[in-house]
């Protein structure tokens, strides 16, 4: 299983980025899909989670301006950012699981099967 995220790049304060993360390979059926960011110096930490029921969970420091949304047909998960603030400058991590039966209010960052390689956001003041 392979996952493959893009959309990031350079933007302003208060611009917008989509991020895209598709999987691929052998998947019957996928859980949770994440998005998760690390900035230089700190921990990885969540941004969202989408359930494969459509439960949401966000991180508080982006609830009102990011949008989590899975296209299950294409396997693919997206991150709509908008107001985008020089915080939010960080390297994004989409993650999947496949087998782990965790509630996606509770599941932690070390409750996934795969993880992609990240894509730089860099959000300038």
């Known amino acids: 299983v392979q996952l493959q995220a893009s959309g990031g790049g350079l933007v302003q304060a208060g611009g917008s980025l989509r991020l895209s993360c598709v999987a691929s390979?052998?998947?019957?059926?996928?859980?949770?899909m994440g998005w998760y960011r690390q900035a230089p110096g700190n921990q990885r930490e969540l941004v969202a989670i989408?359930?494969?029921?459509?439960?949401?969970r966000y991180a508080d420091s982006v609830l009102g301006r990011f949008t989590i949304s899975r296209d299950k047909a294409k396997k693919t998960v997206y991150l709509q950012m908008n107001s985008l603030k020089p915080e939010d400058t960080a390297v994004y991590f989409c993650?999947?699981?496949?087998?782990?039966?965790?509630?996606?209010?509770?599941?932690?960052?070390?409750?996934?099967?795969?993880w992609g390689q990240g894509t730089l956001v860099t959000v300038s003041s």
């Open positions: 390979g052998r998947i019957l059926g996928i859980n949770d």
């Open positions: 993650a999947v699981d496949l087998t782990r039966a965790v509630l996606t209010a509770i599941r932690r960052a070390d409750q996934y099967d795969y």
């Open positions: 989408v359930s494969s029921g459509g439960i949401i």
